[in-house]
């Protein structure tokens, strides 16, 4: 008689239709899941986030055990180092004959699944693809093939007929496809922002912060302020709340800089859908019902529809068509050490200690704190885009590698060779000072280049197109500001680069 196969579960799989687990035989087969060291710190990881990660892993568990299925389930405290030991362990108590995985969300641990694991483990592993993406591999190889340039616009709008999204007698709802210029409006005050609801923390989650304070008292993250969904019910009644609640301005205040709120109207469930406690078509639907009911305007539904499947997929499919090669990718040569208020957002830039220090408390910030103000600092600073890498896939709960590393090496640090972006991310101190309120309460003033009060966001802005002025200039997209700087006074000029090796020796 068969002893079963095991099911190899990770923690961003807790989907009940993941591919391997549709492969499961009731009463025959085992599932594992495992809370290893290896994976929990091979990054700083933000508390939050492991926090996140282990109680929705024990949540789904017990689902899983309440549906009849047999779970072995190893806790952190077991002291098993790593997945593959985790996997040696369950085979060898149940006998089991081979292994059966979703493929993960990272190159380095598929390709030891692929390629080592077997070996070791003495039975056949079989990673089957992740079947919860709306595009396979294969669709975003095949719509990237002969291609010169990859832009997330194209790949979005064949995404938008293929599902039927926003899509009125086979034309794009309204007209158009991209509703943007209307959500770039910047923050004033305009209005109250709704406050956050608070999840209940059950006993395992209690259990589980205790477990996370004790085995990581090193890392980022304030677990008195956690606040996550941590089953598929808690996070669809979380979506359900932005839907209800936020929705509505989501797309107007989306690029908006806000001191007093770090969620502003976003809607705070990246790390559930990357988790797999929300499921991407489903979110896009309720969000185009909700502008088919008159809940919000067009530009709100299609600015976030536009997030989950333009970019999100796209996205992926970079990472998984480029890698391993793309991850060694520097193209504008960064390599400043991170500075050391990355960890404390101890830093008197008023922008960038807010954004630095909600990421670490929080294990969130949203896009446009992470592109246009740490992401911008980095790339007019040059700090070395592994050393920023690792930065963002340690401090954000919603951070895996396939996600983290084209958003951060590609799209804000331009590090990718223009894969990604077609011009880099770069803004001076004034961009930020229309998109928020932060300059108001920062000692540095937008209006001034160089000097003592000075924002130094707009002297290493000028530094940066200097640095690269020849690459920059053969670029048609930077052409305006190419010509606006080499019309400047020479002397001006090389006041402000003077200025801006000065501001890089004090804040960065
Ligand atoms: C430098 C940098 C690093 C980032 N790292 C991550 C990361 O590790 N994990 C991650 O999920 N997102 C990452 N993003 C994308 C984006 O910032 C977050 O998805 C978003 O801020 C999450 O907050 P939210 O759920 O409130 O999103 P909302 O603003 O409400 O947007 C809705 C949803 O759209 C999706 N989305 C939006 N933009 C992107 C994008 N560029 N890539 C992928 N999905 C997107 C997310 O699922 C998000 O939940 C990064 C962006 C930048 C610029
Ligand atoms: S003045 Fe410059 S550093 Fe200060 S908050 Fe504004 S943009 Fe940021």
């Known amino acids: 008689m068969s002893n079963g196969n095991l099911i190899l579960i990770l923690a961003d799989q807790l989907t009940l239709t993941q591919p391997a687990l549709k492969r499961a035989q009731l009463g025959v087969d085992t599932i594992l899941l495992a809370e290893v060291a290896e994976e929990a710190s091979y990054v700083r990881h933000n508390r939050h986030k492991i926090a996140f990660l282990f109680s929705a892993m024990r949540h789904f568990a017990e689902k899983l055990r309440s549906a009849g299925y047999r779970v072995e389930y190893i806790r952190i405290d077991e002291g098993i180092d790593s997945l593959l030991a985790a996997a040696i362990k369950t085979v060898a108590k149940h006998g089991l004959e081979q292994v059966l995985v979703c493929e993960p969300g990272e190159y380095r641990l598929l390709d030891a699944m692929q390629n080592q694991w077997s070996e070791t483990l003495r039975v056949p592993v079989t990673v089957l ?35 039927q999204l926003l899509i009125d007698d086979g034309a794009p709802a309204g007209g158009k496809w991209n509703y943007d210029s209307e959500n770039r409006v910047g923050w004033r005050n305009q209005k109250p922002i709704p406050p956050r609801s608070q999840p209940t923390d059950d006993p395992i989650t209690q259990e589980v912060i205790a477990t996370v304070e004790a085995h990581f008292p090193d890392n980022p993250g304030d677990l008195s302020q956690f606040r996550l969904a941590v089953t598929a019910d808690a996070a669809k009644a979380e979506f359900d709340w932005f839907v209800t609640h936020a929705l509505a301005d989501f797309g107007t205040y989306q690029d908006a800089l806000v001191e007093e709120s770090p969620w502003v109207f976003h809607s705070l469930i990246s790390m559930y859908i990357n988790a797999g406690l929300l499921e991407p078509l489903e979110v896009c639907e309720s969000v185009e019902k909700a502008w088919r009911k008159g809940e919000c305007s067009l530009s709100a539904a299609e600015g976030f529809i536009r997030q989950v499947l333009g970019w999100r997929e796209y996205i992926r499919g970079i990472y998984w068509l480029l890698m391993p090669e793309y991850k060694t990718r520097n193209s504008l040569n960064a390599k400043r050490e991170l500075p050391s208020w990355f960890w404390d957002s101890n830093t008197d830039m008023r ?131 190419v010509g606006n700087w080499r019309k400047r006074d020479p002397d001006e000029r090389e006041a402000i680069l003077k200025w801006a090796d000065q ?4 804040v960065a």
């Open 503 to 506: 501001v890089l020796e004090t």
């Open 129 to 163: 693809e992740d079947d919860r993406f709306l595009a396979s591999h294969a669709d975003f190889a095949e719509w990237a093939k002969g291609k010169k340039q990859l832009r997330m616009e194209f790949f979005y709008r064949k995404m938008r007929e293929r599902y």
């Open 351 to 481: 922008c960038l200690s807010r954004a630095i220090e909600q990421s670490l408390d929080h294990g969130y910030a949203h896009h446009i704190q992470r592109l246009m103000v740490i992401g911008n600092f980095a790339l007019l600073a040059g700090l070395d885009v592994e050393q920023v890498c690792d930065w963002y896939l340690a401090v954000y709960v919603d951070a895996y590698e396939w996600v983290e590393l084209p958003n951060t090496l590609g799209m804000a640090l331009y590090g990718d060779n223009a894969v990604i972006a077609s011009k880099p991310y770069a803004a001076s101190g004034k961009y930020i000072q229309k998109q928020g309120n932060h300059c108001k309460q920062c000692r540095y003033k937008p209006a001034l280049t160089t000097g003592p009060e000075a924002c130094p966001f707009n002297s290493l802005y000028w530094r940066f197109i200097d640095k690269h002025l020849d690459a920059f200039g053969r670029n048609p997209r930077m052409g305006l500001v």
